[in-house]
């Protein structure tokens, strides 16, 4: 996806992207659209990566530069392979009652998707609203955030049990941080979420809604909610 608001630097049949702010840090990727990196390539751009203290990470899909899956394995990366899925928007479900989709960033989205980001996997578990609680209470408050639109499934009595985030780039939305405390884990409320964003970028005119997922577990959320597989993401790290 485009990074609005990020610095460029081309090495070699590679893109490498830079955060300008204190954001997620960006990977670097084969320049668009034919870019076949070089095992060299892989090698100075992870260089560069560790001159300048951001992460040594390179992101492309599979169907598009096949070759790379062995280049980055030789230059000595690991590399996850998820399962990239786009949405059906004639399969979407209809609307979770307590899911809510805002253009301004709550601090529960923060603390829940780091509690949940804590315990991967799909599995139920102990963390819950009171872990939450505790993260809320060292939190800041909400912040203004007008390129992503954030999801809280807030259940009454509850709170915010699960979340998740949209960012655009023209037309098309990607999914991301979809995460639920492990104890609220298996009702629906993930596939809401997922769901809610969707709708939500559908109707502010996305033609294109897709997303990646950690695993073929994590991916039967998303197929179940509208998404359909398409292909496979690389993500290599050090
Ligand atoms: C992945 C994740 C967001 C799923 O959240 P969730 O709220 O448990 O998701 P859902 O409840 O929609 O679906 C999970 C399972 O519960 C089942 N389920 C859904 N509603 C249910 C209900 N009412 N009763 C019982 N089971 C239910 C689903 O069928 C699914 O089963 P499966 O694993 O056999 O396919 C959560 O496990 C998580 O936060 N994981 C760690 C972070 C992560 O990996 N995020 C995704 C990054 S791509």
Do not use: K
């Not at 951001?54 to 998820?82: C, I, N």
């Not at 809320?136 to 259940?155: K, M, Q, W, Y």
């Amino acid at each position: 996806m485009a990074r609005p608001g990020s610095r460029v630097e081309e090495h070699g049949e590679l893109t490498l992207f830079l955060q300008a702010g204190d954001g997620y840090p960006y990977y670097a990727r084969p320049r668009f659209p034919d870019g076949r990196p070089s095992v060299a390539d892989v090698l100075a751009v992870r260089e560069r990566q560790r001159s300048l203290g951001v992460p040594e990470a390179l992101e492309w899909v599979h169907e598009t530069t096949p070759d790379l899956l062995a280049v980055a394995r030789e230059a000595g990366m690991d590399v996850l392979q998820a399962p990239l899925l786009v949405l059906d928007p004639a399969r979407l479900p209809e609307p979770h009652p307590h899911v809510r989709v805002l253009g301004t960033r709550p601090a529960e989205v923060t603390a829940v998707a780091a509690l949940a980001f804590s315990s991967p996997g799909t599995a139920a578990g102990e963390t819950g609203a009171a872990e939450r609680d505790a993260a809320l209470a060292e939190a800041g408050t909400t912040s203004a955030d007008t390129r992503h639109r954030h999801a809280v499934a807030d259940l009454p009595g509850e709170g915010v049990l699960a979340v998740g985030t949209a960012q655009r780039a023209g037309d098309v939305v990607e999914v991301v941080g979809v995460g639920t405390l492990p104890a609220a884990r298996r009702r629906g409320l993930g596939g809401a979420v997922t769901a809610a964003l969707a709708r939500d970028a559908l109707d502010r005119g996305a033609g294109l809604v897709f997303l990646s997922a950690a695993s073929e577990e994590v991916a039967r959320v998303y197929e179940r909610v509208g998404f359909r597989r398409i292909g496979t993401a690389c993500i290599a790290s050090a």
